[in-house]
């Protein structure tokens, strides 16, 4: 089994910037992508940006030259870089992984339990 913890959350003005991390954890045998979603009040949950084990990356064109995604397989962490933030990038980001906790077992999609994001206008 796989854990996702994030941290970094908080409270922001308009303008600033926050850096989000996430960490996975326990029976890893390999983690091909991690990431983050977000789920404002309301809506629906939403890609945030992602990155593989290669290291390509996919943005949300509401965050694309704001947030940077980036990760460290030895430790199997992702850090996303929020800057210029916004009123409207207010939500709950939950990490995001998939990945498989042996060599046999299929790959499954992880959760991390979300963390809250308040920009203040």
């Known amino acids: 089994q796989v854990q996702l913890v994030e941290s970094g959350g908080g409270l922001v003005q308009a303008g600033g910037s926050l850096r989000l991390s996430c960490a996975a954890s326990?029976?890893?045998?390999?983690?091909?992508?991690m990431g983050w979603y977000r789920q404002a009040p309301g809506k629906q949950r939403e890609l945030a940006a992602i990155?593989?084990?290669?290291?390509?990356?996919i943005y949300a064109d509401s965050v694309k030259g704001r947030f940077t995604i980036s990760r460290d397989n030895a430790k199997n962490t992702a850090n996303l870089q929020m800057n210029s933030l916004k009123p409207e990038d207010t939500a709950v980001y939950y990490c995001?992984?998939?990945?498989?906790?042996?060599?046999?077992?299929?790959?499954?999609?992880?959760w991390g339990q979300g963390t809250q994001v308040t920009v203040s206008s």
């Open positions: 995001y992984a998939i990945g498989k906790a042996t060599m046999t077992s299929p790959s499954i999609n992880y």
């Open positions: 990155v593989t084990s290669g290291g390509r990356t």
């Open positions: 326990g029976s890893i045998f390999e983690i091909n992508l």
